[in-house]
Structure formats: structure tokens, C-alpha cells
């Protein structure tokens, strides 16, 4: 193993170089959609659609009322395409497309072949483990951060106890396989909306909108995927403003709907401040340790609320 091998830096290298590839991010996403359907299948209790709508996010159980097994599907097929075509080898739809327009651009070239990818598959357990580390902290260390922010900045907070729990849906905490489920699936698809097409879609308005021309942030092409990635500091001040901006889309989020939470500081706050570390970690450890992370997060508010 790498980590037995070499020098602990070079190991983290060697992890963090590995896992960039996409096969770690569709085979996690995979794990944890099965996982979070599963789950929702064997629950089915009374209050699935108000759970599922509050916490797996709204507009996806409006198309696809009461369950997002359809969608979830989609996307199990469409990561499972993926991870096969580039264990066995075989070049995917993308990949041939581009040999296709190099070859009618070039009547010489002859596409390689593709190499079967053989990944570390203890890398997965350490995507999970980190998310372990990250969600449990947070879990323990941010409402007491919020709860000091409140304290400083009001002079009467209103802050609730037990400090995260939300009002609306204590009542709903009735099976815990269903939470369970709703950890994974919320985990998954608030990253995959708000810190994944959110995001993007905030930097691409930044560069191609007319009264935002001088709002243009660098990006990079990512390593084995059709996608990209800031090429400066997450602290520099317009990929700043993108993700303050996608924290407070994200909070106020919460409030929108039928059976969204009671609006108040604390909450708000919380949120906030929650979204932000997940953009910090969705920018600087990859879509799948944030999810984990969100994952498990959720799982000990349902453990101890």
C-alpha cells in the first residue's frame, strides 16, 4: 500500500492525485444513491414525502412526486457507464466523439487504444473516512461557533436548544432506516445542486454576463473529466463572492416551500456558515468527500435529534 510505502506526504500526494479521476467520483455517487433508495425503500412511512421534500430538496420530489427513484436511477446508470467503460477499457460516448472530430480534422490520426483504470479501491475508504472526520467536527464544533457569532453580534439571540434542531420537523424523526436514507440522498443531491451545478452556473454567469464582463474567474481543466476547476485561492476575493453568494442562495433555500423550516437568525446562520465550510471542502477535497461529509453530518443529527 501507498501509504505503508512511501513518506506520508507523498502518500497524501498519491491519494489526492488518484482520486481526482472520475471513476472515484461516479462509483461514490453510485454507492451512495443505491444506498439512500434502498433505504427509502424499506422505510415508507407515513411522513416520506414531507421528509423527502424538506430534505432531499424540493424540486426534485415536485417532478418526480413522493420518490426520486427515476432520477436516481439516471444518474446510477449514467455513473455505472462510466466506471465500466474505464475499468474494462472501452472508450465512452465523449471520448469517442473526440476521436471522431480529430480524425475529420486530421485524416492521419489513428486514436490509441484506452488502458483499463485499476484504481486503489482503499482510496474509497479513505474519501468516506475523511468525510467521517469532516461531518462529525462540524456536527460537534458548529453550533457552538454560531452560537458564539450570535452572542458577539445580538444582544438578545434567540437561539434554540438543542442548538440545530429544527422546529418543523422534530416530530417527523420517526424510523431511523428513513434517516438513514434521507442522510444519504440529502447529502448527495443539496452538494450535487448547490455546491456542484449552483456553483458553476455563479462562475458562469460571473463570466458571461454582460453587467458582471469584469467578473471573470480562472479555471482550469480537471485531470480525466469534462469539467473544471478554480485556478486561483478559494480566498480570492471574486471566487469569494461566488460562494457567499451560493450560501446565502442556499440558506434562504430552506425557507421556500410548504414545508420549509421556521425562519429565524439562528438558522439562517447556521446554514450559512454551514454552507460555507461545504464550499471550502467541495473546492479543496472533490464533490464526493463533501457529499460524505453532508452524509454524515445529517446521519448525527438524526442519531441525537
Keep these: 500500500m501507498v501509504f505503508i510505502e512511501t513518506p506520508l506526504g507523498k502518500a497524501w500526494e498519491a491519494y489526492d492525485d488518484s482520486a481526482s479521476h472520475r471513476f472515484f467520483t461516479y462509483s461514490q455517487v453510485v454507492i451512495m444513491l443505491v444506498l439512500f433508495e434502498l433505504f427509502l425503500w424499506m422505510a415508507q412511512t407515513e411522513h416520506l414525502y414531507e421528509y423527502t421534500g424538506e430534505k432531499v430538496w424540493m424540486l426534485v420530489s415536485l417532478i418526480f412526486p413522493a420518490r426520486t427513484t427515476w432520477f436516481s436511477l439516471g444518474i446510477i446508470g449514467f455513473g455505472l457507464y462510466y466506471c465500466i467503460t474505464d475499468w474494462m477499457g472501452i472508450k465512452n460516448f465523449a471520448e469517442k466523439k473526440a476521436d471522431r472530430e480529430k480524425a475529420a480534422k486530421d485524416k492521419k490520426f ?13 482510496y474509497l475508504l479513505f474519501q468516506l473516512f475523511e468525510g467521517l472526520i469532516y461531518g462529525s467536527l462540524m456536527f ?52 450535487l445542486i448547490f455546491r456542484g451545478f449552483l456553483f458553476w452556473w455563479l462562475v458562469y454567469a460571473g463570466k458571461k454576463i454582460k453587467f458582471l464582463k469584469d467578473f471573470d474567474i480562472d479555471v482550469e481543466p480537471v485531470r480525466f473529466l469534462k469539467t473544471y476547476q478554480i485556478a486561483g485561492s478559494w480566498k480570492d476575493g471574486k471566487v469569494l463572492t461566488v460562494i457567499l453568494t451560493g450560501c446565502l442562495i442556499y440558506s434562504l433555500s430552506h425557507y421556500l416551500f410548504p414545508w420549509g423550516d421556521t425562519l429565524s437568525w439562528y438558522s439562517f446562520l447556521h446554514r450559512f456558515f454551514f454552507g460555507l465550510i461545504m464550499y471550502a471542502i ?15 453530518y445529517m446521519t448525527w443529527y438524526f442519531i441525537f435529534y
Excluded at 110 to 122: E, I, L, T
Excluded at 146 to 163: E, K, N, R, S
Excluded at 165 to 191: C, R, T, V
Aim: aromatic share 16%.
Design 110 to 122: 489513428k486514436p490509441a487504444p484506452k488502458g483499463a483504470y485499476r484504481p486503489n479501491w482503499y
Design 140 to 191: 460537534a464544533l458548529l453550533k457552538w461557533g454560531v452560537w458564539i457569532f450570535m452572542l458577539i453580534a445580538t444582544p438578545d439571540p434567540d437561539i434554540p436548544i438543542p442548538l440545530d434542531a429544527s422546529i418543523s420537523m422534530q416530530d417527523i424523526h420517526s424510523n431511523p432506516i428513513q434517516d438513514l436514507a434521507l442522510a444519504f440522498g440529502g447529502g448527495f443531491y443539496e452538494e
Design 282 to 296: 467541495f473546492v479543496n477535497r472533490k464533490f464526493p468527500v463533501a457529499a460524505w461529509t453532508h452524509a454524515v
